[in-house]
């Protein structure tokens, strides 16, 4: 039986020119593993491949964020997003990480592939912190988590619309 993993309010921060790099399977399945990212997250390679990607989601991060992560990159887009992820030990580490699908030549999805960068910290102070306790709260606040993130995504979807014409512009505005 697996234990989970318990956060720590401790943070790892890497070098802003070090890069995270994964790749998944349409599953979510992990297929490929950089350097830098086993030693972030505290795994060894062999842990890592064909586990989860969310294998280092950590609960702080809103599930409303996720979904519109998903939504976007199976329409085909990439995607620019703050996260929070969360290591072997339970500490966390913040990542700017763009992620972008894979597709074959007909089209076809193959898989996908995420580079990770260290975050400014200004924006995550100034905007995203705040931003996902928000988002957080609201999800914590439904009778279930179904209507929590239905809730939290649409409170998401107007708080984007608000601040700018797009996600896109909104996210690289900041």
Request: charged share 25%; proline share 4%; net charge positive.
């Amino acid at each position: 039986m697996k234990t989970a993993i318990l956060p720590t309010n401790h943070e790892v921060f890497f070098e802003r020119d070090h890069f995270i790099v994964s790749k998944t399977d349409l599953k979510g399945r992990i297929t490929y593993v950089n350097r830098a990212f086993c030693r972030i997250a505290g795994y060894d390679e062999k842990d890592l491949i064909g586990a989860p990607h969310s294998i280092v989601r950590h609960p702080d991060m809103p599930r409303s964020v996720f979904k519109f992560m998903w939504d976007r990159i199976l329409e085909g887009h990439e995607v620019f997003a703050y996260v929070k992820n969360m290591t072997r030990t339970g500490d966390h580490y913040w990542v700017f990480a763009h992620v972008t699908p894979s597709f074959d030549t007909a089209g076809n999805f193959l898989a996908f592939h995420s580079n990770r960068r260290a975050p400014d910290r200004r924006v995550l102070s100034e905007t995203i912190f705040p931003l996902y306790a928000a988002l957080l709260k609201t999800e914590k606040a439904a009778a279930n988590a179904k209507d929590g993130l239905a809730a939290s995504y649409r409170q998401f979807i107007e708080i984007v619309q608000s601040r700018a014409r797009s996600y896109d512009e909104l996210v690289f505005s900041l």
